[in-house]
């Protein structure tokens, strides 16, 4: 069973026992008092191990009292003005636990050497990127099944992906010869206020890994989101992959900060990495 989305207190919620959490998407207008009592009757009724809440930092006072911490900071993340912070409170001492945090280090570590780069937007003549269409959607699930063993979200169904398409979640495709090698996607809110994009789902078919062709589809992504009016992307990135990671260090983002044991990916928990950008020019920001 997927992880289920609901409003409770007047906020938008993910939750479940597939990540073992409650995950506060979008505060909207709820009263964070009220709310956060909500929030925690749920994890405790459902025996949940964390909740994750990102929020505009006018919200946070609450949380903050109530013993969550910061875990991650993303300036601009709130209408290219306020920033947005991405809190965390444990309900079991051993989800709290990183066991990999060496490695996570390491990766970072990495990902800081290969600090923004020009990076291609060129493709050979066999290679095409597009926004994917309703078409596309067999061939996009049969991807993210051969790439993905579990995620939070059912990426393989195609009512989902029908569903997202539907909504304001831009996909794009990289097909070499017809045949369609990488996908990703950018979840943009285009709510007042909001006006940002997670960039996720980044799948590669494995014959087709080492190419660049997440750092193309990120690019092509952020120009998309950009003509919509999107001011600033993000992203929540397995900690332990050093190419995601990297790929976002060199496309200019900057580090938030991690998500302790935060995600079921292929079947475990893991930790995740925060990593933004604003997609406002100098120039328009000056104006």
């Known amino acids: 069973m997927y992880d289920v989305t609901a409003e409770i207190s ?51 006072d609450d949380f903050l009292k109530a013993g969550y911490t910061v875990e991650a900071r993303a300036y601009g993340l709130y209408g290219g003005v306020e920033k947005g912070l991405f809190l965390g409170k444990f309900f079991q001492s051993e989800r709290e636990k990183e066991a990999l945090q060496e490695s996570y280090q390491q990766v970072l570590s990495l990902a800081f050497e290969r600090e923004e780069a020009n990076i291609s937007t060129d493709l050979d003549d066999d290679l095409t990127v597009k926004l994917c269409t309703r078409d596309d959607v067999p061939k996009m699930v049969e991807l993210y099944g051969k790439v993905f063993a579990s995620y939070p979200f059912p990426i393989d169904n195609p009512s989902f992906i029908r569903a997202s398409l539907s909504k304001d979640t831009l996909f794009a495709g990289l097909e070499k010869q017809g045949e369609l090698i990488a996908l990703a996607s950018s979840e943009c809110d285009f709510s007042e206020g909001h006006l940002y994009a997670e960039m996720t789902d980044f799948a590669t078919l494995p014959s087709f890994r080492k190419n660049g062709y997440a750092s193309k589809l990120l690019g092509f992504l952020e120009e998309q989101a950009k003509l919509r009016g999107i001011k600033t992307s993000y992203t929540i990135a397995r900690a332990i992959s050093k190419g995601m990671n990297i790929t976002f260090s060199k496309a200019g983002y900057v580090y938030g900060g991690r998500l302790k044991n935060n995600t079921d990916i292929s079947g475990n928990i893991e930790s995740m990495n925060v990593w933004y950008k604003s997609l406002v020019d100098e120039k328009e920001a000056e104006n």
């Open 10 to 60: 007047g906020a938008l919620v993910q939750h479940g026992q597939n990540n073992s959490r409650i995950y506060l998407m979008d505060i909207k207008d709820a009263d964070p008092a009220t709310l956060i009592e909500s929030l925690h009757a749920l994890a405790l009724e459902q025996g949940y191990g964390k909740i994750f809440a990102k929020i505009p930092t006018s919200k946070a």
